[in-house]
């Protein structure tokens, strides 16, 4: 049913509970997307794998990252 305005309302709570139940069926579907990606996968625990080992670099600026990609 449609009243003068045309507008209806909607309880605050209803919205919140709506827009968190859709932020979370997002990163279930992004996680869903990573789990399948195989080459994904295998970054990832390459990337696990020199972290534990140390191999990694710490870039605090913009300028750092930047030298740290390139090189």
Known sequence: ???KGGS???PKKL????LEASLRFHEVVETLEVQLDKETLRRLKIGEKEYKQG???VASTRQE???VLSG
Not at 15 to 18: G, S, Y
């Open 15 to 18: 919205i919140t509970d709506l």
């Open 1 to 3: 049913m449609e009243g």
């Open 65 to 67: 990252i930047d030298k």
């Open 8 to 10: 209806v309302q909607v």
């Open 55 to 57: 191999e990694y670099r």
